[in-house]
């Protein structure tokens, strides 16, 4: 009982108040998120000089659990916990026991029993990491990490939290910015996470910007200015983050066509220009280029959506360590 309550009052938090899972970046304190993102800055470096590994998860042994396809998130956990030196296991979930039927939690009770460290969850239905790591705790596997790699349409936090690296990589500082988010806001697991990460860090406006269809009812009540016409949302930003349309997980008609969907809020040139000079662009990826972003913009000199993900690298790096570090 006493390990349900303790998960119910912060799922995230060991009783020290330190990281024991990555679920989701709403609730996480702002220390934390800073902590996170301080961590992750000598790792950036170690990318930079090709130094091959660090030995802070030496021994241990990593599972990537992606119950949805992924490219560049599983590549970059891959990548991350093999730099941290640690035992790297893919399970191929369409080859797997839960392809014949067998329960999510079974499958995580099985791979347990293999001596796992910390499981990276990427799952269709949201909730799908916090039900792992309620499991675990309740069976007495404390010492078993969850890392969430994006769960449904509820949070992708390793994202947000390498967005918000690059934002503060490349204007230093959260308190005067302006940062608008355009696209599928509705469906956009990313635009969750970033809007708690952005406005726990203090950042003054958050903007988000999509036609009515795209717009989850009441987020308002998330702390964002709210915009249907994206030249006035654009006017004046920091920082544009373009989002992709998200057509996998649309029910029915919320669009008349790509091509009027690009129109009128796709990011062109003439549109970015609204923005301020120095305004960056950022994009989670995978881009839909002459949909959701012109070519000149996403090759353009505003643009850092490569360096995010060089960066998406060092903050995996950083949360991994903080969570397997000094378990035993």
Known sequence: MSNTLSFTRNPQLNHQGELQHLLSIEGLPRE????????????????????????????????????????????????AAKRLSADVINLNINTSSAAKGETLLDTVDNLAAMQADMFVVRHAASGAPYLIAQHLAASGRKHIHVVNAGDGRHAHPTQ????????????????????????????????????????????????????????????????????????????????????????????????????????????????LALAKPDAIVMHPGPMNRGVEIDSSVADGSQAVILPQVSFGIAVRMAVMAMLGGGSQ
């Open 32 to 79: 934390i998120i800073e902590r996170i993102l301080d961590t992750a800055a000598p790792f950036t470096l170690v990318a930079e000089r090709e130094v091959k590994k660090v030995p802070l998860l030496r021994g241990k042994s990593v599972f990537n659990l992606f119950f949805e396809n992924s490219t560049r998130t599983r590549t970059t956990f891959e990548i």
């Open 160 to 271: 947000g939290l390498l967005d918000m690296y690059t934002i503060r990589h490349y204007k230093k500082d959260f308190s005067q910015l302006t940062v608008a988010i355009v696209g599928d806001i509705l469906h956009s697991r990313v635009a969750r996470s970033q809007i708690h990460g952005l406005t726990t860090l203090g950042v003054p406006e958050v903007r988000v910007i999509a036609p009515r269809t795209l717009l989850p009812t009441g987020v308002e009540r998330m702390g964002v200015r709210v915009f249907t016409d994206m030249q006035e949302g654009l006017r004046g930003a920091d920082v544009v983050m373009m989002l992709r349309l998200q057509n996998e997980r649309m029910q029915g008609a919320l669009l008349p066509s790509s091509q009027e969907y690009f129109k009128s809020y796709g990011l062109t040139p003439e549109k």
